[in-house]
Nanobody
Framework: QVLLVESGGGSVQTGGSLRLSCVAS????????MGWFRQVPGKEREGVAT???????????YYADSVKGRFTISRDNAKNTVYLQMDGLKPEDTALYYC????????????????WGQGTQITVSS
């Protein structure tokens, strides 16, 4: 059974920091590509960051332009966990954040990922 469990969501003031965690179990634990997406009411789910673990120590990461320099994605393969460190949070970061796993191309597209977490709410107040 594939399961992605997110944690770390909550409310924070503008400029604050939060770290999201996503623990994968089942077949998703073998996924080399994992990512974070976010969605607000009335808008499509958008890719925030993805991370691809290559064969060996090489790791590739992607960030949406809106979060570059503020968010950092990382992965602990031994713990089957992916993290999203969010610094300098802005009200426009308010959204439901989803963990995603299992993508061959590891593109920041919803259609490219096969498994999703339940979502965790991030609210940034002015």
């Amino acid at each position: 059974q594939v399961l992605l469990v997110e944690s770390g969501g909550g409310s924070v003031q503008t400029g604050g920091s939060l770290r999201l965690s996503c623990v994968a179990s089942g077949v998703a634990t073998s996924s080399r590509c994992m990512g974070w997406f976010r969605q607000v009411p009335g808008k499509e789910r958008e890719g925030v960051a993805t991370i691809l673990t290559g064969r060996g120590p090489i790791v590739y990461s992607y960030y949406a332009d809106s979060v570059k320099g503020r968010f950092t994605i990382s992965r602990d393969n031994a713990k089957n966990t992916v993290y999203l460190q969010m610094d300098g949070l802005k009200p426009e970061d308010t959204a439901l954040y989803y963990c995603a796993a299992d993508s061959i191309q590891c593109r920041p597209s919803r259609a490219d990922f096969n498994y999703w977490g339940q979502g965790t709410q991030i609210t940034v107040s002015s």
